[in-house]
């Protein structure tokens, strides 16, 4: 039986493999567009978010934030240890939910229960992705991104008071562990970012590569591929880009597959949670529209939608960035590090 299962698989990468080699033509478009999606979109509005979020969660600056939250998730039947990866997870987009919450579990932060608890519900675009990609790149309307990031919060805000009605709070009972030095931290979240960003980047042409060479329906390909499912579309209803990112598509669910295998969240479980979690963020946006109505305007094409800026960033957060960055010297210099 094993020898057959291999032999499947080796045939059916041979067969994508020639595929790819005949249609060489259609797949290097396709790959150029992922390319473009990857470099226009994701990349310049996931990376900075993310890193900054890994900061928070390798430090010792996530003890605040666990202080400030912890007797709320103790009502959710939490742990303080899985305060940041579910604020930093929703906050930050899709690969650091999983990321933050394996992190915080080998730490011994968190238990494997209240891991996989986590799983369910740690699942989201981000406020870069969602706001400032899909909204204002997209819909051209910041208001549009807002609903829908509302929308897929709230999903998942209920997933988990639902799931705490089914939980023992004697299993989230957890070590706590310090943070690293602020230095160290960022040092580290660089590392780890750009490694889970390039990962989704390769996963995203991939996907386009493949895509241009076999005939899959547009309003279906979000669920392939949930960047250039939505930024492919022509015109897409703002209560379905909450479906498609609350369900979060195909290409990102495999690059989470490694971190649930070490979580032991079985992907079968994983996966009905995420349409719970579409669907919810379908209807919540129904909701939210009725009593934020938005006016969409006709789109622009795929290709023009690609070349919106990410770079004006307000003068406040400029400063912030910059007082960071004199934290950070600072701290090196206290230390001692040498460069």
Not at 76 to 91: D, H, M, W
Not at 185 to 194: I, P
Request: aromatic share 12%.
């Amino acid at each position: 039986m094993k020898l057959i299962k291999s032999a499947l698989i080796a045939l059916l990468l041979c067969a994508i493999t020639a595929g790819l080699i005949v249609y060489s033509d259609k797949v290097k478009n396709g790959a150029s567009y992922g390319l473009s999606l990857a470099g226009g979109v994701v990349i310049p509005s996931l990376l900075p978010v993310l890193i900054i979020v890994s900061t928070l969660q390798k430090s010792k600056g996530r003890v605040f934030f666990e202080k400030l939250l912890g007797f709320v998730f103790g009502l959710l039947k939490f742990s303080r240890g899985a305060v940041t990866p579910v604020i930093f997870g929703l906050v930050g987009g899709f690969p650091a939910g999983a990321l933050l919450t394996e992190m915080q579990l080998k730490n011994g932060c968190i238990s494997e229960h209240e891991a996989r608890r986590i799983m369910r519900f740690n699942m989201c675009g981000g406020v870069a992705f969602i706001i400032s990609a899909v909204g204002g790149g997209y819909y051209k309307s910041t208001k549009a991104g807002l609903i829908i990031y509302a929308s897929t919060v709230l999903s998942s805000v209920i997933i988990a008071i639902v799931s705490a009605f089914f939980t023992d709070k004697s299993k989230s009972e957890n070590t706590h562990t310090n943070g690293d030095s602020l230095s160290g931290a960022l040092c580290s979240a660089v590392e780890d970012s750009t490694k889970s960003v390039l990962v989704m980047s390769a996963y995203i042409i991939l996907f386009c590569a493949i895509k241009n060479t076999v005939s899959i329906s547009d309003a279906l390909f979000p669920l392939i591929e949930i960047t250039s499912g939505i930024f492919s579309q022509d015109k897409l209803l703002p209560e379905w880009a909450a479906f498609f990112i609350g369900f979060g598509g195909l290409c990102i669910h495999f690059q989470l597959l490694p971190y649930l295998k070490n979580m032991g969240v079985k992907y079968t479980e994983f996966f009905i949670y995420r349409v719970l979690g579409g669907t919810l963020s379908y209807f919540i946006c129904r909701i939210l529209l009725n009593f934020f109505p938005v006016s969409i305007s006709v789109f622009e094409s795929g290709a023009e939608r690609l070349s919106f800026e990410f770079t004006q960033i307000n003068t406040a957060f400029g400063i912030i960035v910059m007082l960071g960055a004199a934290v950070i010297i600072l701290d090196i210099e206290n230390r001692k590090i040498k460069l």
